[in-house]
């Protein structure tokens, strides 16, 4: 709100019920989401044992395992058969109902985290604040003006989605290497 010009809230849940309020409380648990879920944020990833089910599948499948409680929507990034390092991705599973369904005794995972407020980097926090500014600039200030400049200083050429981006690839470049494909381990 302050970025638009606009007195601030206490909190999403405020007594009075401002139309600012409404407004925030209403668009910022889906867009904290959204923009969480539109990218392989580094602070997101997360790894884990899955666990085992005790209900087995009916057909093909021999395992079946829940995936975790604090998985984003989109969020299977890699599955494993080991948790060793030079590991190679396992892909032959299906994954439905919230369920990873497998041939194999044990299944590792690499998944995005939904994470806490607490636990983001302030590069993330601030383009959360602006992805929130540009989408309720026009309900907030009603100027088209407003929500296409927000829109541009968001989403544009150099914006904060790219900016946030770099700074995040930044944060662990051990993650953006090629590793367990056959093409590349054998070269």
């Known amino acids: ?5 606009q007195n601030t809230i206490s909190s ?5 019920k401002s139309p600012q309020a409404k407004i925030c409380a209403v668009r910022y648990p889906v867009l904290r989401l959204k923009l969480m879920a539109s990218h392989p944020w580094n602070f997101t ?11 087995t599948p009916s057909h093909q499948w021999k395992y079946q395992y829940g995936l975790p409680a604090d998985i ?3 969020g299977v990034l890699a599955l494993y058969e080991t948790s060793a390092a030079g590991r190679r991705q396992y892909l032959d599973f299906v994954s439905q109902r919230g369920l990873i369904l497998a041939n194999v005794a044990t299944m590792y995972i690499d998944y ?6 607490t636990l983001w980097p302030n590069y993330y926090t601030d383009l ?11 309900a907030i200030t009603r100027k ?3 929500q296409q400049d927000f829109n541009r200083i968001v989403y544009g050429p150099g914006g904060e989605l790219q900016r946030a981006k770099a700074l995040d690839a930044k944060a662990a470049p051990q993650n953006n290497t090629l590793q367990g494909y056959p093409i590349i381990d054998a070269r």
């Open 72 to 74: 984003l929507s989109d």
């Open 45 to 55: 990833i997360n790894q884990a044992q899955l666990s085992l089910q005790v209900e």
């Open 128 to 138: 959360m604040a602006h992805v929130l500014a540009a989408d309720i600039a026009f």
């Open 1 to 5: 709100l302050v970025l638009l010009g």
């Open 144 to 146: 088209t003006q407003v």
């Open 12 to 16: 999403l849940t405020e007594d009075d």
């Open 112 to 117: 995005q985290k939904n994470t806490d407020e």
